[in-house]
């Protein structure tokens, strides 16, 4: 049986992919150095490296190499994925499924890409999963899009269904009371009372939509101030000492004037706590650290913050049970959809790296807003009634 198995090198974190022996797998792990050269990110290459490992244990079940393999092997594969039971050797037909279909299909995908890469190297393996097509000719074409239709393209052969899946989102009501139970603001004292540092964090991810590692990864040389201009926030690719990746590359995303009050305020609130006098370099300090316990001032852990949000949910219990901090970046998303931001707008301030990527996650969204137009279809042909009197 095949297995994932994290390989650390130099403060550098990665996975590869071994067989019931312990020896690495070379075929998949030429595959898993091209995405590492790639720059994907250490936790796709740990996803990528868990479907590799179950398409290996699936093909020794089967007693069939990874280069010999038939059409009927991905079939039995997706089934056994489904089923949850990948590496028996018969799988019974249930009507019930075990493993969704976005799981099955996030499974299947690293396994195609990776005989694409290898088709592409010149290996000639699985070679029907995939369909030569010509691009077809139009009077706009992309950058180079004449050299790729000579070359032809390859097309996957395999696909696997999924229902569309509505993102979870909050109402306003949940992120209000869970930002006024972090702290509130004493007229009389004028100072700040509670944990002004998870107020700015929820405050953060719910008007800028940033996810979890990229807000935990900024640096005070990161914000800038809104100083006669809109304030914002650089998004920077860097080492993180608690092995934080960020998924996309570098962006500027802009911020409100509240939000850049409550980041000056948090700054003094640091200082009232000592951080002046133990932080040396200010510009390279995260902003999101230890406020109550040792190691003060260090970076926040993400442990530390999924911890701290259970206790909220047991403290507020209008909150969902099931919220995570990412539900502030769908909530934000489809709070610009529905006001009207265009898709491509909304891709870039959530750092995809495809406008697909927001098309498939949140396309729902415009479809509901396009149909709820609808419903006042008499005012919209009341136009067409009046031209057609003419």
Avoid at 192 to 215: H, K, N, Q, S, V
Avoid at 282 to 299: G, K, L, Q, S, V
Avoid at 358 to 363: D, E, P, W
Wanted: hydrophobic share 40%.
């Amino acid at each position: 049986m095949a297995a994932t198995q994290r390989v650390t090198f130099q403060d550098v974190v990665t996975w590869t992919v071994v067989d019931d022996v312990g020896k690495v797998i070379e075929p998949v792990e030429a595959y898993l150095d091209f995405a590492r050269q790639s720059d994907y990110s250490p936790n796709t290459i740990r996803a990528y490296a868990k479907s590799l490992a179950l398409w290996s244990t699936h093909l020794a079940s089967c007693n069939r190499a990874w280069d010999a393999v038939q059409l009927t092997d991905f079939g039995s594969f997706l089934q056994a994925l489904r089923a949850g039971r990948v590496g028996s050797r018969t799988v019974a037909l249930e009507r019930g499924r075990v493993v969704s279909d976005a799981t099955v299909a996030a499974r299947v995908r690293p396994v195609m890409s990776f005989y694409r890469f290898h088709a592409s190297m010149g290996v000639p393996a699985a070679s029907f999963l995939y369909e030569q097509v010509h691009a077809r000719p139009g009077r706009y074409l992309p950058f180079l899009e004449h050299v790729a239709r000579r070359q032809t393209r390859r097309k996957s052969q395999v696909r696997v269904r999924v229902r569309p899946r509505e993102v979870p989102v909050l109402e306003p009501v949940n992120v209000k009371s869970l930002i006024a139970s972090e702290a509130s603001f004493d007229p009389v004292s004028g100072e700040w009372i509670g944990d002004l540092r998870y107020r700015l964090l929820w405050t953060l991810l719910a008007e800028t939509g940033l996810r979890i590692g990229e807000a935990l990864s900024l640096q005070h040389r990161d914000w800038s101030m809104g100083r006669g201009d809109t304030a914002s926030v650089q998004i920077v690719p860097r080492q993180h000492p608690h092995g934080l990746q960020l998924k996309s590359g570098a962006r500027r995303v802009f911020v409100g004037s509240v939000l850049d009050r409550l980041y000056g305020d948090y700054v003094w609130w640091l200082c009232d706590r000592g951080a002046d006098a133990v932080i040396e370099d200010w510009d390279a300090a995260y902003i999101f650290c230890n406020a109550f316990r040792e190691p003060m001032f260090a970076p926040l852990r993400p442990e530390s913050v999924y911890a701290h949000l259970d206790r909220m949910k047991r403290q507020i219990p209008e909150l969902p049970s099931g919220m995570t901090p990412h539900w502030f970046r769908h909530t934000h998303a489809t709070a610009l959809l529905l006001a009207g931001t265009p898709l491509h707008v909304v891709s870039r301030r959530l750092g995809h790296r495809d406008v697909q990527t927001t098309t498939n996650t949140y396309g729902h969204v415009t479809e509901d807003a396009e149909l709820a137009a609808l419903a006042n279809w008499r005012h919209i042909v009341q136009g067409w009634e009046g031209s057609a009197d003419v």
